[in-house]
Protein backbone atom coordinates (compact mmCIF):
# COMPACT_ATOMS: atom_id res chain seq x y z
CA UNK A 1 0.00 0.00 0.00
CA UNK A 2 1.39 3.54 -0.94
CA UNK A 3 1.46 6.06 2.28
CA UNK A 4 0.62 9.42 2.50
CA UNK A 5 4.43 10.56 1.83
CA UNK A 6 4.35 8.46 -1.38
CA UNK A 7 1.29 9.98 -2.95
CA UNK A 8 2.73 13.46 -1.94
CA UNK A 9 5.51 13.14 -4.17
CA UNK A 10 3.94 11.15 -7.18
CA UNK A 11 1.30 14.23 -6.98
CA UNK A 12 4.23 16.47 -6.59
CA UNK A 13 6.04 15.39 -9.56
CA UNK A 14 2.84 15.09 -12.11
CA UNK A 15 1.95 18.63 -10.76
CA UNK A 16 4.77 19.83 -11.53
CA UNK A 17 4.88 18.51 -14.90
CA UNK A 18 1.78 19.92 -15.74
CA UNK A 19 2.93 23.51 -14.80
CA UNK A 20 1.43 24.01 -11.96
CA UNK A 21 3.15 26.84 -9.83
CA UNK A 22 3.87 25.70 -6.38
CA UNK A 23 3.49 22.05 -6.82
CA UNK A 24 4.41 20.33 -3.18
CA UNK A 25 2.05 23.05 -1.71
CA UNK A 26 -1.11 22.72 -4.13
CA UNK A 27 -0.32 18.87 -3.22
CA UNK A 28 -0.52 19.05 0.11
CA UNK A 29 -3.40 21.18 0.58
CA UNK A 30 -5.22 18.89 -2.32
CA UNK A 31 -4.62 15.32 -0.43
CA UNK A 32 -5.20 17.41 2.36
CA UNK A 33 -8.36 18.20 1.30
CA UNK A 34 -9.52 15.02 0.10
CA UNK A 35 -8.71 13.12 2.90
CA UNK A 36 -10.13 16.61 6.00
CA UNK A 37 -6.75 16.92 7.50
CA UNK A 38 -5.18 20.23 7.85
CA UNK A 39 -1.52 20.44 6.08
CA UNK A 40 -0.05 19.97 9.82
CA UNK A 41 -2.21 17.21 10.91
CA UNK A 42 -0.93 15.33 7.06
CA UNK A 43 2.36 15.56 8.35
CA UNK A 44 2.17 13.72 11.12
CA UNK A 45 0.80 11.14 8.94
CA UNK A 46 3.60 10.75 6.12
CA UNK A 47 4.08 7.26 6.92
CA UNK A 48 0.34 5.99 6.84
CA UNK A 49 -1.25 3.63 4.26
CA UNK A 50 -3.72 5.25 2.24
CA UNK A 51 -6.90 2.90 1.52
CA UNK A 52 -7.95 2.30 -2.16
CA UNK A 53 -10.81 4.55 -1.02
CA UNK A 54 -8.79 7.06 0.23
CA UNK A 55 -7.07 6.87 -2.82
CA UNK A 56 -10.26 7.22 -4.97
CA UNK A 57 -11.06 10.43 -2.97
CA UNK A 58 -7.53 12.01 -3.88
CA UNK A 59 -7.32 10.76 -7.78
CA UNK A 60 -10.10 13.01 -9.08
CA UNK A 61 -9.26 16.16 -7.36
CA UNK A 62 -5.32 15.88 -8.79
CA UNK A 63 -6.55 15.32 -12.23
CA UNK A 64 -8.82 18.39 -11.95
CA UNK A 65 -5.57 20.92 -11.17
CA UNK A 66 -3.22 18.91 -13.87
CA UNK A 67 -5.97 20.79 -16.11
CA UNK A 68 -5.07 23.43 -14.14
CA UNK A 69 -8.80 24.26 -12.62
CA UNK A 70 -7.95 26.89 -10.08
CA UNK A 71 -7.52 25.14 -6.65
CA UNK A 72 -9.71 27.26 -5.09
CA UNK A 73 -12.41 25.51 -7.17
CA UNK A 74 -11.57 22.40 -6.42
CA UNK A 75 -11.37 22.83 -2.33
CA UNK A 76 -14.25 25.04 -3.01
CA UNK A 77 -12.90 27.83 -0.58
CA UNK A 78 -11.32 31.30 -0.43
CA UNK A 79 -9.84 33.23 2.24
CA UNK A 80 -10.36 36.96 2.29
CA UNK A 81 -9.00 39.14 5.17
CA UNK A 82 -10.36 36.41 7.54
CA UNK A 83 -13.30 35.67 5.51
CA UNK A 84 -13.68 31.98 4.57
CA UNK A 85 -16.02 32.04 1.37
CA UNK A 86 -17.21 29.23 -0.68
CA UNK A 87 -15.80 30.05 -4.33
CA UNK A 88 -16.69 28.23 -7.67
CA UNK A 89 -17.29 29.52 -11.23
CA UNK A 90 -20.25 31.26 -10.89
CA UNK A 91 -17.88 34.65 -9.30
CA UNK A 92 -13.78 35.53 -9.80
CA UNK A 93 -11.52 34.12 -6.93
CA UNK A 94 -10.95 36.89 -4.24
CA UNK A 95 -7.36 37.78 -4.60
CA UNK A 96 -4.57 39.52 -2.26
CA UNK A 97 -4.43 43.05 -4.84
CA UNK A 98 -8.79 43.56 -3.44
CA UNK A 99 -7.95 42.96 -0.22
CA UNK A 100 -5.57 45.51 -0.54
CA UNK A 101 -8.16 47.62 -2.02
CA UNK A 102 -10.63 47.02 1.12
CA UNK A 103 -7.69 48.32 3.24
CA UNK A 104 -7.01 51.56 1.23
CA UNK A 105 -10.80 52.62 1.10
CA UNK A 106 -11.52 51.70 4.77
CA UNK A 107 -8.30 53.89 5.87
CA UNK A 108 -8.91 56.77 3.63
CA UNK A 109 -13.05 57.41 5.07
CA UNK A 110 -12.43 60.36 7.07
CA UNK A 111 -15.21 59.12 9.44
CA UNK A 112 -17.00 55.51 9.61
CA UNK A 113 -19.35 55.46 6.56
CA UNK A 114 -23.23 55.34 6.75
CA UNK A 115 -23.90 53.78 3.53
CA UNK A 116 -21.77 51.86 1.61
CA UNK A 117 -21.76 50.17 -2.15
CA UNK A 118 -20.26 47.34 -3.25
CA UNK A 119 -20.07 47.20 -7.41
CA UNK A 120 -19.67 43.88 -9.23
CA UNK A 121 -19.91 42.14 -5.72
CA UNK A 122 -19.06 38.39 -7.04
CA UNK A 123 -18.33 36.50 -4.71
CA UNK A 124 -19.74 38.81 -1.90
CA UNK A 125 -16.15 39.35 -0.70
CA UNK A 126 -15.91 43.22 -0.70
CA UNK A 127 -19.31 43.60 0.63
CA UNK A 128 -19.12 40.84 3.43
CA UNK A 129 -15.77 42.69 4.96
CA UNK A 130 -16.62 45.97 4.54
CA UNK A 131 -20.14 45.08 6.27
CA UNK A 132 -17.64 43.65 9.14
CA UNK A 133 -15.27 46.33 9.34
CA UNK A 134 -17.68 49.11 9.50
CA UNK A 135 -20.61 47.81 11.37
CA UNK A 136 -23.11 50.19 11.66
CA UNK A 137 -22.96 50.85 8.03
CA UNK A 138 -26.28 50.17 5.54
CA UNK A 139 -23.99 47.75 3.01
CA UNK A 140 -25.88 47.73 -0.60
CA UNK A 141 -24.07 45.20 -3.26
CA UNK A 142 -24.68 44.63 -6.69
CA UNK A 143 -24.16 42.60 -9.45
CA UNK A 144 -25.23 41.90 -13.14
CA UNK A 145 -24.94 37.86 -12.76
CA UNK A 146 -27.39 36.46 -10.52
CA UNK A 147 -25.47 33.11 -10.57
CA UNK A 148 -23.10 35.41 -8.89
CA UNK A 149 -25.60 37.21 -5.98
CA UNK A 150 -26.62 33.50 -5.62
CA UNK A 151 -23.08 33.01 -4.67
CA UNK A 152 -22.79 36.01 -2.61
CA UNK A 153 -25.95 35.16 -0.55
CA UNK A 154 -25.00 31.68 0.71
CA UNK A 155 -21.56 33.64 1.63
CA UNK A 156 -23.13 35.78 3.45
CA UNK A 157 -25.54 33.30 5.32
CA UNK A 158 -22.36 30.96 6.08
CA UNK A 159 -20.29 34.06 7.23
CA UNK A 160 -23.23 35.31 9.87
CA UNK A 161 -23.46 38.70 7.66
CA UNK A 162 -26.92 38.12 5.81
CA UNK A 163 -28.84 40.31 7.37
CA UNK A 164 -25.94 43.04 7.23
CA UNK A 165 -26.15 43.47 2.89
CA UNK A 166 -28.85 43.79 0.70
CA UNK A 167 -27.63 42.66 -2.65
CA UNK A 168 -29.36 43.85 -5.95
CA UNK A 169 -28.97 42.41 -9.38
CA UNK A 170 -27.98 45.70 -11.24
CA UNK A 171 -25.95 46.97 -14.64
CA UNK A 172 -23.94 48.79 -12.02
CA UNK A 173 -26.14 51.78 -11.48
CA UNK A 174 -29.05 51.09 -13.07
CA UNK A 175 -31.29 49.68 -10.42
CA UNK A 176 -30.15 52.12 -7.94
CA UNK A 177 -32.60 55.47 -6.68
CA UNK A 178 -30.26 58.20 -7.80
CA UNK A 179 -31.23 60.19 -4.82
CA UNK A 180 -29.81 57.57 -2.28
CA UNK A 181 -25.92 58.78 -1.62
CA UNK A 182 -23.30 56.47 -0.46
CA UNK A 183 -20.74 57.46 1.40
CA UNK A 184 -18.48 55.08 0.43
CA UNK A 185 -18.64 52.96 -3.46
CA UNK A 186 -15.75 50.55 -3.70
CA UNK A 187 -15.18 48.43 -6.97
CA UNK A 188 -13.28 45.79 -8.93
CA UNK A 189 -14.58 45.40 -12.52
CA UNK A 190 -13.62 44.12 -15.04
CA UNK A 191 -10.21 45.67 -16.35
CA UNK A 192 -8.49 43.84 -18.68
CA UNK A 193 -8.62 43.60 -22.55
CA UNK A 194 -9.22 40.51 -24.39
CA UNK A 195 -5.72 40.10 -25.37
CA UNK A 196 -4.64 40.65 -21.65
CA UNK A 197 -6.85 37.86 -21.08
CA UNK A 198 -6.16 35.78 -23.27
CA UNK A 199 -2.35 35.97 -21.48
CA UNK A 200 -3.42 34.85 -18.50
CA UNK A 201 -2.14 31.46 -16.65
CA UNK A 202 -4.78 28.61 -17.60
CA UNK A 203 -6.29 28.58 -13.99
CA UNK A 204 -7.57 32.36 -14.99
CA UNK A 205 -8.33 32.58 -18.75
CA UNK A 206 -9.97 28.98 -19.03
CA UNK A 207 -11.81 28.92 -15.86
CA UNK A 208 -13.09 32.33 -14.28
CA UNK A 209 -15.96 33.89 -15.93
CA UNK A 210 -14.62 36.63 -18.79
CA UNK A 211 -17.58 38.74 -17.95
CA UNK A 212 -16.32 40.11 -14.29
CA UNK A 213 -12.48 40.16 -16.25
CA UNK A 214 -12.15 41.40 -19.68
CA UNK A 215 -13.49 45.26 -20.50
CA UNK A 216 -13.62 46.81 -24.40
CA UNK A 217 -11.89 49.75 -25.10
CA UNK A 218 -8.30 48.28 -23.72
CA UNK A 219 -10.15 46.86 -20.54
CA UNK A 220 -10.93 50.54 -19.63
CA UNK A 221 -15.03 50.89 -20.48
CA UNK A 222 -16.28 49.91 -17.31
CA UNK A 223 -13.63 51.46 -14.75
CA UNK A 224 -14.49 55.02 -17.14
CA UNK A 225 -19.04 53.99 -16.56
CA UNK A 226 -18.23 54.21 -13.02
CA UNK A 227 -15.87 56.67 -12.98
CA UNK A 228 -18.41 59.19 -14.55
CA UNK A 229 -21.80 57.99 -13.10
CA UNK A 230 -20.39 57.21 -9.39
CA UNK A 231 -19.82 60.79 -8.66
CA UNK A 232 -23.92 61.37 -8.98
CA UNK A 233 -24.44 58.58 -5.61
CA UNK A 234 -21.51 60.50 -3.58
CA UNK A 235 -22.45 63.07 -0.91
CA UNK A 236 -19.63 65.92 -0.73
CA UNK A 237 -16.78 64.27 1.13
CA UNK A 238 -17.60 60.57 -0.51
CA UNK A 239 -15.13 58.57 -1.57
CA UNK A 240 -15.07 56.23 -4.51
CA UNK A 241 -12.41 53.22 -4.64
CA UNK A 242 -11.39 51.34 -7.80
CA UNK A 243 -9.09 48.24 -8.50
CA UNK A 244 -7.81 49.12 -12.07
CA UNK A 245 -4.90 47.90 -14.78
CA UNK A 246 -1.53 48.81 -14.45
CA UNK A 247 -1.62 50.95 -17.71
CA UNK A 248 -5.02 52.41 -16.85
CA UNK A 249 -3.74 55.45 -14.69
CA UNK A 250 -3.53 58.52 -16.81
CA UNK A 251 -6.58 58.08 -18.69
CA UNK A 252 -8.73 57.63 -15.38
CA UNK A 253 -7.26 60.89 -13.49
CA UNK A 254 -8.16 62.45 -16.31
CA UNK A 255 -11.36 60.96 -16.54
CA UNK A 256 -12.08 61.42 -12.85
CA UNK A 257 -11.00 65.17 -13.38
CA UNK A 258 -13.19 65.97 -16.11
CA UNK A 259 -16.42 64.42 -14.62
CA UNK A 260 -15.72 66.94 -11.27
CA UNK A 261 -14.44 64.94 -8.13
CA UNK A 262 -12.73 67.21 -6.45
CA UNK A 263 -9.30 64.99 -5.31
CA UNK A 264 -8.34 62.17 -6.99
CA UNK A 265 -5.29 59.82 -5.89
CA UNK A 266 -3.14 56.70 -7.21
CA UNK A 267 -2.47 53.62 -5.09
CA UNK A 268 0.33 50.82 -5.61
CA UNK A 269 -0.46 47.30 -5.31
CA UNK A 270 1.84 45.02 -3.89
CA UNK A 271 5.10 45.02 -6.73
CA UNK A 272 4.74 48.74 -6.58
CA UNK A 273 2.60 48.98 -9.52
CA UNK A 274 -0.43 51.58 -9.88
CA UNK A 275 -3.45 49.75 -9.30
CA UNK A 276 -6.02 51.53 -7.39
CA UNK A 277 -7.69 55.05 -7.94
CA UNK A 278 -9.24 56.86 -4.99
CA UNK A 279 -11.47 59.94 -6.37
CA UNK A 280 -13.48 62.61 -3.84
CA UNK A 281 -16.36 64.15 -4.97
Known amino acids: MLTVLEILKRTTDFLAGKGVESARLN ?13 MQLYLQFERPLTELE ?6 LVRRRGLREPLQYITGEAHFRGLK ?33 DLGTGSGAIALEL ?9 VAVDLSPQALELAREN ?16 WFAALVREAAFDLIVANPPYLSAAETAQTAPEVHRFEPHSALTASDGGVAELSIIIDRAIGFLPVG ?13 ELLAAGQGAGYARLESRQDFTGRDRYVLAWR
Do not use: M, Q, Y
Request: charged share 25%; hydrophobic share 45%.
Open 131 to 139: ARTFPGAEV
Open 27 to 39: AELLIGHALGLPR
Open 85 to 117: LKVDRRALIPRPETELLVEFAAGACAAPPARVL
Open 55 to 60: LDKIRP
Open 238 to 250: GLLALETGINHHG
Open 156 to 171: AAATGLDDRVRWIESD
